[in-house]
Structure formats: C-alpha cells, structure tokens
C-alpha cells in the first residue's frame, strides 16, 4: 500500500506562484509514474500534468502548459508540482496520484493511489 500526503497549496493573488509537493510512503516510489489531478466544486476531477517513474518523460494540460512544472525527487519520495502565473480558474483542490505499471496517461482512471488533497485559491 502506499500513502501520499500534498502540501503547499494556500491563498494567493493572481499571477502568483506556489511550489505543491506530494511525499509519498509505504512502497517503492521510483516504480511508479505520478501525475496531479484538479477538482473544482461541482466539476469532475481534471487532469493538470504527469511525470514518468525516472523523470524523463512529463505529459501537461493545456491549460497549464508554460505555467506549470512536474517534477519528482525518487530519492525523496516526492513529487512536485510548480505552479506559476495563477490565475483564479486554477482555483481547484490538487491531488497527486501515482500509478503502479504502465506510460503516464491524463486519465482518473488509470491512477491507482491517491492523496487527500490540498487547496488553491487564487484571488482575482
């Protein structure tokens, strides 16, 4: 079994940046790829960007393409996520997921352990 944990997100203003990182325990990390998921109230959970199990591979929304960076450290057992240019539609809470085989992929469903969460609010 693993476990995530995000931290990082908070209230800022628009155009702001905040650094959102998920620890993971529990299993081997560095098996896995990783990806950040969003959910606004009353919308379905969304894709923002993915990161392959060494790092070398990343896959990004458009919507968030140019602002936002995925990163992982294996040796620290975390994923990162950079996001930069804020702006209120980011407005979301930010889950990380990893995914135990296969290619980083956009989809909910392909993910198979996921962290509780951690909240964004840009202010206009």
């Known amino acids: 079994q693993v476990q995530l944990v995000e931290s990082g997100g908070g209230l800022v203003q628009a155009g702001g940046s905040l650094r959102l990182s998920c620890a993971a325990s529990?299993?081997?990390?560095?098996?896995?790829?990783a990806g950040w998921f969003r959910q606004a109230p009353g919308t379905e959970r969304q894709f923002v960007a993915a990161?392959?199990?060494?790092?070398?591979?990343?896959y990004y929304a458009d919507s968030v393409k140019g602002r936002f960076t995925i990163s992982r450290d294996n040796a620290k057992n975390t994923v990162y996520l950079e996001v930069n240019s804020l702006k209120p539609e980011d407005t979301a809470v930010y889950y990380c997921?990893?995914?135990?085989?296969?290619?980083?992929?956009?989809?909910?469903?392909?993910?198979?352990?996921w962290g509780q969460g951690t909240q964004v609010t840009v202010s206009s």
């Open positions: 990161i392959s199990w060494s790092g070398a591979s990343t």
């Open positions: 529990g299993r081997t990390f560095s098996n896995y790829a």
């Open positions: 997921a990893l995914r135990q085989r296969g290619r980083i992929t956009p989809l909910v469903r392909d993910y198979d352990y």
